[in-house]
T-cell receptor, first 117, second 113 residues
Framework: AQKVTQAQTEISVVEKEDVTLDCVYE???????LFWYKQPPSGELVFLIR??????QNEISGRYSWNFQKSTSSFNFTITASQVVDSAVYFC??????????????FGTGTRLLVSP | EAQVTQNPRYLITVTGKKLTVTCSQN?????MSWYRQDPGLGLRQIYY???????DKGDVPEGYKVSRKEKRNFPLILESPSPNQTSLYFC????????????FGQGTRLTVV
């Protein structure tokens, strides 16, 4: 079965610090997708990134970067020079072909990031 | 504007009183899902639909019903709500074909007393 583990329940940093949110996944499928979503205090879910299992290239988008490593089944998310507006709960999620036919996202339990001024 | 719209956003109800949470998307997406979010558990899928009149159970379907009579709408029905269904609910949609990201509604916070 698939599983996503976000071991960090809550992280507190001071503005301008770099912070990395860990995500470890489990799947027996060779074809799968990984996602990160942001849930700000207002409650909605905001899509951040999608990565498929065949593309291990790391990605950078502004202050955000993602490190996908199949060897360790990890898809970690780094925020550089954090800002107060980055305070949110961040979810990592997995969808694969074998078990779910891509019909669902399996979410981790989320990491709450608190950025103080 | 492309969006998934849920109503109501907040609802407090009593045990056993039937309720419906509506979900509508304007993107002509084939796939729609319902998730519930609970502290320490993340989001879990309740039901999903691959197209009109095609629905199937997710991981936590007990106590819920859904229907998909039109492509744009996917209501979640609680026939006899119980306190353990107090949760934050999200509707999501995405196009068919190759996997893309899911678009989520704003969420419905339900309290059953």
């Amino acid at each position: 079965a698939q599983k996503v583990t976000q071991a960090q329940t809550e992280i507190s940093v001071v503005e301008k610090e770099d912070v990395t949110l860990d995500c470890v996944y489990e799947t027996r499928d060779t074809t799968y997708y990984l996602f990160w979503y942001k849930q700000p205090p207002s409650g909605e879910l905001v899509f951040l990134i999608r990565r498929n299992s065949f593309d291990e290239q790391n990605e950078i988008s502004g202050r955000y970067s993602w490190n996908f490593q199949k060897s360790t089944s990890s898809f970690n998310f780094t925020i550089t020079a954090s800002q107060v507006v980055d305070s949110a709960v961040y979810f990592c999620a997995l969808s694969d072909a074998m078990n779910t036919g891509f019909q669902k996202l399996v979410f981790g339990t989320g990491t709450r990031l608190l950025v103080s001024p | 504007e492309a969006q998934v719209t849920q109503n109501p956003r907040y609802l407090i109800t009593v045990t056993g009183k039937k309720l419906t949470v509506t979900c509508s998307q304007n993107m002509n997406h084939e796939y729609m899902s319902w998730y519930r979010q609970d502290p320490g558990l993340g989001l879990r899928q309740i039901y999903y639909s691959m197209n009109v009149e095609v629905t199937d159970k997710g991981d936590v379907p007990e106590g819920y019903k859904v229907s998909r009579k039109e492509k744009r709408n996917f209501p979640l029905i609680l026939e006899s709500p119980s306190p353990n269904q107090t949760s934050l609910y999200f509707c999501a949609s995405r196009p068919g074909g190759r996997l893309t990201e899911a678009f989520f509604g704003q969420g419905t916070r339900l309290t059953v007393v």
